[in-house]
């Protein structure tokens, strides 16, 4: 027996409105509807025992009788869920890549290892890395080395702006402690010649620091 045309509602639970674009499927009889604007479906060719199918990318999917709908007022509640989406690194070239496409190596320092560490300057905090050797001979300081290039073979970049070129002086220089750790987000090491581009400086690798929105 299929029953007569009966009028749906699909709604967010926490704040009720309703939800547009849901898809509503009855396999059984093959009938699909989508929701309106206000979360409105008409349900055709749908028996009270018929299981319906409903769906939406941004919330958890639920499968109930048509029964169990008309039980609840016709209203059906979704659960709005989380998208954990794989980490995009945009710095390591010039348009967005998976982490795991990009040929170089690349070393995140997060917010939460900064505050955990507590580096007294930029140079400590790199030197947390595993393939980050710092030189402090001078004085104290730090001149960063990566894959055995440092000064102006490597480059320093800090929110996109460059701060330091091929024109600076070779040997190890402490520039990289004029950073206040403090003030930053997050910082990425690329390992691997950048010279395509970032140009020659960038020879050895990049070090791009991220400064924390005011």
Do not use: C
């Not at 059984?28 to 409105?40: E, I, N, V």
């Not at 070393?107 to 947390?128: V, Y």
Request: hydrophobic share 40%; no cysteine; proline share 5%.
């Amino acid at each position: 027996m299929t029953a007569a045309q009966q009028r749906i509602t699909v709604v967010e639970s926490s704040t009720l409105d309703g939800v547009a674009d849901v898809t509503v499927v009855n396999p059984r009889s093959g009938y699909s509807t989508l929701t309106d604007a206000a979360g409105h479906a008409a349900i055709e060719r749908t028996s009270p025992e018929d299981t319906l199918y409903i769906q939406h990318l941004a919330y958890y999917p639920q499968r109930l009788t048509l029964t169990e709908i008309l039980e609840a007022g016709g209203r059906i509640r979704l659960v709005e869920r989380l998208l954990n989406l794989e980490e995009v690194v945009v710095s390591a070239n010039k348009w967005e890549q998976n982490r795991r496409e990009i040929p170089h190596e690349i070393q995140m320092i997060t917010p939460r290892e900064i505050a955990f560490s507590n580096p007294q300057t930029a140079a400590d905090m790199l030197g947390n890395l595993p393939d980050v050797f710092v030189q402090k001979s001078q004085m104290g300081g730090g001149s960063p080395v990566l894959r055995g290039f440092e000064a102006n073979k490597v480059l320093v970049v800090v929110d996109g702006v460059r701060m330091n070129n091929a024109i600076y002086r070779s040997g190890h220089l402490q520039n990289v402690i004029a950073l206040d750790p403090g003030i930053l987000e997050n910082a990425e090491v690329v390992f691997g010649p950048g010279s395509v581009i970032y140009g020659s400086d960038a020879l050895g690798g990049v070090m791009d620091f991220h400064t924390r929105r005011p």
